[in-house]
């Protein structure tokens, strides 16, 4: 039977027979049964929610990342349209490569990155301390008025996902999707972290990539077959 959870600030979570989907939208192709036979006993030390809350996090945590990078690099002097270009180039070396990062120390970090409230809360911050100069200047903070120019274009591209919607539309269009997606990756690479800080990974490193794989074909014929 379908399973419906409900996490904090109103995070949710859907199992179905074929897999998990989140209300970030993310998909993951494996299963409760699929991840149990992955890791055995993960779910002893962590409920299977929390698990795929943490990799929705860490799916979307180019976005936070990259704007906290360019909020740093902005009140520590350097020109804004520096700063922007250093974080949209850390945005794209993390969006690309998002599996390498996944690590269980950094987890809490990447969950408080995604959070609606901080993202706001700190834009709004910087953005309205810039406007008033005399609140950086009292700081012995001097950053320049077209920053925030500059802060809410990225602001938009990031956390509003302009930019992934422009990256996943050209990846579609001139290169084709994976065989496995970004969220699955993620996830995999999550429950090895979590394997190997447990003790209890029993499985081969691409064991869950195969069945992924599997999941995603059997899709495929599906639609094939309607």
Request: proline share 3%.
């Amino acid at each position: 039977m379908d399973n419906f959870k409900r996490g904090r600030f109103n995070w949710q979570m859907l199992e179905l027979p074929d897999g998990i989907t989140t209300s970030n939208g993310n998909w993951y192709h494996i299963t409760r049964d699929g991840i149990e036979n992955y890791v055995p006993g993960l779910f002893k030390h962590r409920p299977l929610e929390r698990v795929i809350q943490e990799a929705d996090a860490w799916v979307k945590s180019s976005d936070g990342f990259s704007l906290m990078l360019f909020f740093v690099l902005a009140f520590f002097g350097v020109t804004p349209w520096l700063a922007a270009a250093i974080s949209l180039a850390f945005y794209f070396l993390w969006y690309f490569n998002t599996g390498v990062f996944v690590n269980v120390t950094s987890t809490p970090l990447a969950k408080l990155l995604n959070k609606d409230g901080v993202i706001y809360g700190v834009s709004a911050l910087f953005l309205i301390g810039i406007s008033f100069g005399e609140i950086t200047s009292g700081m012995g903070i001097s950053v320049e008025f077209n920053a925030i120019w500059y802060g809410l274009v990225l602001f938009f591209l990031y956390k509003v996902g302009l930019l992934r919607l422009m990256i996943e539309f050209v990846r579609k269009k001139f290169f084709g999707l994976p065989k496995v997606s970004k969220e699955d990756r993620i996830l995999n690479m999550l429950l090895i972290r979590y394997g190997m800080k447990y003790g209890i990974l029993t499985g081969e490193v691409n064991e869950m990539e195969k069945e992924l794989v599997h999941i995603v074909n059997y899709h495929k014929q599906k639609k094939k077959n309607k």
